[in-house]
């Protein structure tokens, strides 16, 4: 194995695995760079990355993947007579230090030595995906893992609805590793330079203009370049089209909000776009309540937020 160990992750408590995940790009990152990913977007990423957004909670399905990769692990040996050696700790690799590897184990292939094994469950509504190959976000895991470890190949086994078992080989491929580089570099450097990747639907998208940009500080009308005029069409079909087109509307809308920046008013061809702060008083009931009871309805708390509109010109 070519990769440096970083650290051992034996007992390792979650939140300090989860520290160490964001001192580069892993396997699992590998789909959400490339934007294949239908959970994460790159700039949701980049928010978790730069501690901007705490990575949120995996849920049920990654409980049970993680619960049930012994048993994939034992079965796989079961059916090949390939023993799996566990590896308890993160990887980097040395010629790019911030590709990151963290292997469910590895393995002997009887004709190219040392690959890597990873472990898989998956709903049985996903069959189809494993069918003639596997699915794209874990081909690009895997062949992170293989730009990492220098290994020519991997074995991956899946338990599918918890009672269809299979595995494959899959053999290194140059080309695609060479663009992974490529495209991790790229994303990296928007961590270091702490620059967020284009903006996109996302409300991670939306998070990070919010911070960005917390209130107006111009309120005179700023003409927004040509390029809002598309974004207006996009916006307009989506409110039009409902539900759906959720994401079309909010990526429009966030690409606005960019251009406005820190003017409230913006124009472009017959139409006036707005992202006015607006103040609010809020009771801050459950400090008033535990310090000062009997002033409740006294005590405000004043907050400031942005409204985001768009209108023909008078």
């Known amino acids: 194995m070519s990769a440096i160990v970083l650290t051992s992750t034996d007992g390792m408590p979650h939140e300090e695995w989860l520290k160490w995940r964001r001192k580069g790009i892993g396997g699992s990152d590998a789909s959400v760079v490339c934007g294949v990913n239908g959970y994460k977007s790159p700039m949701e990423l980049f928010m978790e990355k730069t501690g901007q957004q705490a990575q949120e909670d995996a849920g049920e399905a990654a409980y049970w993947g993680k619960t049930l990769e012994s048993v994939v692990r034992a079965e796989f040996t079961k059916r090949t007579g390939i023993s799996v050696v566990e590896v308890n700790k993160i990887l980097c690799s040395r010629e790019y230090p911030f590709m990151l590897a963290n292997l469910d184990g590895v393995c002997k292939h009887p004709a190219h030595g040392s690959c890597v094994f990873e472990a898989k469950t998956a709903n049985a509504f996903k069959s189809g995906e494993w069918e003639e190959t596997i699915p794209h976000e874990y081909m690009l895991q895997l062949q992170h893992y293989l730009s990492v470890t220098g290994y020519y190949g991997a074995y991956i086994a899946v338990l599918i609805g918890g009672n269809t078992f299979k595995w494959s080989f899959i ?101 006036v776009i707005t992202w006015k702060t607006v103040n609010q008083e809020r009771i801050d009931g459950k400090t008033l309540k535990s310090e000062h009871p009997d002033l409740y309805k006294q005590y405000a708390n004043q907050t400031s937020y942005r409204r985001f509109n768009i209108k023909a010109a008078s």
């Open 171 to 271: 053999e290194r491929d140059e080309e695609l590793i060479s663009k992974l580089i490529r495209w991790e570099s790229d994303f990296w450097e928007h961590i270091k330079t702490d620059i967020p990747p284009p903006l996109d639907g996302s409300e991670a998208s939306a998070i990070y203009l919010k911070k960005r940009y917390p209130i107006g500080t111009s309120q005179s009308k700023v003409c927004l370049p040509h390029a809002a005029l598309e974004l207006i069409r996009l916006y307009d079909e989506a409110c039009e089209k409902g539900d759906s087109y959720n994401d079309q509307k909010q990526r429009a809308e966030n690409l606005l909000k960019e251009m406005l920046g820190e003017h409230e008013v913006g124009v472009a061809g017959d139409r």
